[in-house]
Every structure is written in structure tokens, then in C-alpha cells.
């Protein structure tokens, strides 16, 4: 999972990057990178960290131009400690290009074979977005045939891209002296939006706060298969390039990544959490009468909207039990010391007077692994109340993501071949209630716009929850080798979260 964004306007777009950036730095902490172009030439600054520490004033003042692009990074395939893997990547060759990539290539192993005994071109890294930009080139250098580019051009290579591709792919690149290419792939799996201000600038990115908070107005979302190429005078023009798209975004999106005040697809992140936590209410009340529960504890962050509603329905009162540490950082070994995991007791601390004698129903959005859950509950406990109840707004998690969240392997998965009583067993708690699966789908589904659009809303990528991938290529054979790619994580950097995504607050 990561942030991207792109930017054309009238004045200097370094600023408007890095503060769209950090609108974004939910969705990536590990690398942040920008670009920016002056006529032909390119300007790049990338390297591990989160935005603010990776841009100094220096930084800013050596990215001139109006017209560029940014990522922030949370590595979901490669070399998570690799500089070289940071985006934005870069090709010389045609015309020079740089892209920025938020999603996962399913087949990036095979393709990766392709651009070396067919295409001719070479990657230098194991990351599955520099296997994408040389598709990209191939393909764009094909369009034209060593005659000036064209429009046309573009969305032909585009239209040859799809073709190739499998996966997940919101793509925003720059080719020098052109402008802006965005596209997204036919099931529209992972977000895209596009807006702009009073100035005629224009800005895509991958949620919609991103342009709010920058000064933009939303305009629309792209498109699943469509391209949208904004000139150098400002000028956008679009094409559907996928003759069979349809709209499938992933649900965790709504569950779990993106932020609340963000609307991606036209659905409400916010008001799809509510909906969750309306439909979890019918849930609690048939598992705990609303009689044996004495306060409703969200899990910071993005449980708050679907505990506040459950609250609501069941009329118990709503408490904050737990503080969050928003500056925890990594953990430094010094010699001769032993390693030492991160503890959820480092991010999460109790207000021991919200759980002292009563019984606590805790509120997730999701349960992954289990292992936070599990030292929750036990702090709650240790708190001094005297039930513990858990409810997660999502279903069970039990299969591998593959579409750009770092899920773990199923066999990570603590819902994964287990009972819901065997997992309340493994967490410790007195009662385990989860999201029905076709619930949360009509929840969510529910947030959506009545009127269609052009691309009208199909479905949602579920994988995780239902083991359905939309893309029609995974199998148990490309998730083990998909899995053989994952980031390596260092003891050091062991993240005891349910997932190793970033955190919210940051």
C-alpha cells in the first residue's frame, strides 16, 4: 500500500507535493520520494523515512518545476531496506519517464522474465513498480516507432499495458517535456481521484483529502482501465483503454486504509464505517445482551466510527479506554545489548478507570494476526475488568492479500483454519463477535452513490475475507511465490500491529 501523487500547475510544485504528501503519509512510512520537471529535465529527491524527515529545505529548493509527482512508500513486495527500491523510479529512454505505482503486480515474475528475453530491457531492482515503468517504456516506445509523441500514442501503450499487466496498478508517471499520464487497471482495485483550483491547476492522488487539503477541488475518480493524460498546458484528456473494465475497489480500503474524511469511488469512508458498525450492532446483540455490557472501547484509530455507531444502536456508553503513543519510533540496538520486539504497550496505554469493575466490549476494525488482540485484551484485564468482550467491524481474515497490502501467509492468518471459539480462545477474550462477510459488503455498498456512474460499482475485491481474487490469476502456487517476495522484516523492526501498516496518526 502507498500514497501517490501527481501535480500540474501555474507556479512551483514542490510545496503542493510535500503537503499533499503528508496528507497521505497514512498510507506509507517506510520511503518518500518526489520529482519534478523544468522543460525536459528532471528533478528527484527520494530516500527512506517518513516526509518530513526525508525533505529538508535544501531538498525543496533543488525540486524547481511545475509539473511532478510524489510517493509515499509502505513496501508490500522487494527489498523493504533497499534506498534503490524507493520510488519514483526512472527511465531514460523513451523520452525519459518517471512513475510512481501504489498496488501490487501479480504476475511481476513473469514479466520480469519478458522485458529481459523479449523486450530487451533491464531492472536493476526486485521491485514490482520498476518492472511496471519498463513495461510502460516498451510499450510507449512501440506506440510511437522513433516518430515525436502523441496523444493517440499514450493511450495505445496504455491499451498494451493493460493487456500485459495483472494485478493491482494505480499508476501516475511524468514523460519530460509531455506532461502527466494516470491510469488505473480495469477492476479499479486500488483508489485514484483527480481535482482541481482556482489557479487551473490539476492534481490526481490516490484519496480525495489529499486534494481538499491542498486547495483543490474534487472533480471525479478515475476510472478503472481508464487513462487520463494532463498536458503541459494544463489540458486533460481521457480514454477508457480497458474494453472490460469493472469497478471492484478493495473493501479494506473502506475497513481499514484510508482516512475517514476521504471519499474514494464516491463512498464515504466515514459513513461505510458507520454502516459497519450498524451492522456489527445486529451482530453483538444476538452473541451479548446489551444488558451484560457496561462500556464500548474503540481500538484507536479507525474503529471510532463503527464503535460510536454500535454504541449508539445498543445504548451503552461510549468511553475512550486507550491513549495512543503517536511518536513511538523504531527500535535502536546498541552493542551488547539483546534485541527487544516492539510491544503494543509502547503505542497503547489504558485509562484504568474506564475498565476498573465493569465489562468492556473492545471495538476493531479488523483482526489480523491475533497477537495485538491478545495483549489488549490482557490489558484490559490487568486494568481490572472484570469481562472482556471483542468485536472486530470486519470479518474473519483469512486469506493472503495480494493486491498490495502486506498481508501475512495464511498460515500467519490467526483466523486462518480455525473456529471463531478457537480463535476467542488464542485472544484471551469472554466473547468474540465478527463482521459477516456479506454484511460488510451491503454496509459498504450502502455508502455508494444512487446515481451510477460511467463505470457503475460491481463489487468489491475481498480477498482477504472471502478468498475470491478478482483478477482470475492467483492461485496457491502464486501466492506461495508471491509470498517468497514479500519485504524481508529485520528483528529489529518487528511490528506487533494487525497488520504492518502504517500508523494513522502519524
Excluded: W
Aim: charged fraction near 20%; proline fraction near 5%; hydrophobic fraction near 40%.
Amino acid at each position: 500500500m502507498c500514497g501517490i501523487v501527481g501535480v500540474f500547475s501555474n507556479a512551483p510544485v514542490n510545496q503542493l507535493l510535500y503537503d499533499a504528501m503528508l496528507l497521505l503519509q497514512h498510507r506509507g512510512q517506510d520511503a518518500a520520494g518526489i520529482v519534478t520537471m523544468l522543460e525536459r529535465k528532471f528533478f528527484m529527491h527520494k530516500a527512506k523515512g517518513m516526509v518530513r524527515d526525508v525533505f529538508r529545505t535544501r531538498n525543496m529548493r533543488a525540486l524547481p518545476g511545475t509539473t511532478g509527482l510524489g510517493q509515499v512508500r509502505y513496501p508490500t513486495a522487494g527489498n523493504a531496506y533497499s534506498e534503490e527500491e524507493a520510488q519514483p523510479f526512472y527511465v531514460n529512454a523513451p523520452f525519459g519517464i518517471v512513475l510512481v505505482h501504489n498496488g501490487n503486480l501479480t504476475n511481476a515474475h513473469a514479466l520480469r522474465a519478458e522485458l529481459f528475453s523479449t523486450d530487451h530491457r533491464h531492472t536493476n531492482t526486485e521491485s514490482d513498480s520498476e518492472v511496471l515503468l519498463n513495461v510502460l517504456a516498451h510499450e510507449i516506445e512501440r506506440a510511437t516507432r522513433g516518430v515525436p509523441l502523441h496523444i493517440q500514442d499514450i493511450f495505445t501503450a496504455v491499451e498494451a499495458v493493460h493487456r500485459r499487466l495483472r494485478g493491482s496498478y494505480a499508476v501516475i508517471s511524468m514523460i519530460a517535456g509531455h506532461g502527466l499520464l494516470v491510469f488505473r487497471d480495469p477492476y479499479g482495485i486500488r483508489p485514484m481521484c483527480l481535482g482541481r483550483n482556482a489557479d487551473g491547476g490539476v492534481m490526481v492522488a490516490s484519496e480525495s483529502v489529499a486534494l481538499e487539503g491542498s486547495g483543490f477541488t474534487f472533480e471525479r475518480d478515475v476510472l478503472p482501465g481508464e487513462a487520463v493524460f494532463i498536458d503541459l498546458q494544463g489540458q486533460v484528456h481521457a480514454r477508457q483503454c480497458a474494453p472490460d473494465a469493472s469497478l471492484h475497489p478493495c473493501i479494506f480500503e473502506f475497513v481499514y486504509l484510508a482516512r475517514p474524511d476521504s471519499t474514494l469511488d464516491g463512498i464515504s469512508v466515514y459513513q461505510a464505517r458507520l454502516n459497519l458498525g450498524e451492522t456489527l450492532a445486529q451482530r453483538v446483540v444476538s452473541t451479548v445482551p446489551p444488558s451484560e455490557i457496561d462500556v464500548i472501547v474503540p481500538i484507536p484509530e479507525s474503529s471510532r466510527p463503527s464503535a460510536t455507531q454500535l454504541a449508539h444502536l445498543l445504548g451503552v456508553p461510549y468511553r475512550e479506554g486507550f491513549v495512543k503513543n503517536r511518536y513511538v519510533g523504531r527500535t535502536f540496538i546498541m552493542p551488547g545489548q539483546a534485541v527487544r520486539k516492539k510491544s503494543v504497550r509502547q503505542k497503547l496505554n489504558v485509562i484504568a478507570s474506564e475498565f476498573k469493575d465493569r465489562n468492556v466490549l473492545l471495538v476493531d476494525d479488523s483482526i489480523v494476526r491475533g497477537t495485538t488482540s491478545r495483549e489488549i485484551v490482557q490489558m484490559a484485564r490487568d486494568a481490572g475488568a472484570r469481562k472482556v468482550y471483542m468485536a472486530s467491524a470486519a470479518p474473519p481474515v483469512r486469506f493472503p492479500n495480494v493486491y498490495g497490502i502486506d498481508m501475512p501467509t495464511k498460515d500467519e492468518l490467526v483466523a486462518h483454519g480455525r473456529t471463531i471459539e478457537e480463535i476467542r480462545q488464542i485472544i484471551g477474550c469472554d466473547a468474540l463477535i465478527y463482521q459477516d462477510v456479506d454484511a460488510m459488503k451491503r454496509a459498504v455498498m450502502k455508502a455508494a452513490p444512487k446515481t451510477a456512474g460511467a463505470v457503475p460499482l460491481g463489487g468489491f475485491e475481498a480477498s482477504c475475507f472471502d478468498g475470491v481474487y478478482v483478477t482470475g490469476d492467483i492461485d496457491t502456487e502464486a501466492i506461495t511465490r508471491m509470498n517468497g517476495n514479500r519485504p524481508r522484516i529485520e528483528e529489529t523492526d518487528i511490528d506487533s500491529s494487525r497488520l504492518t501498516l502504517p500508523n494513522h496518526t502519524e
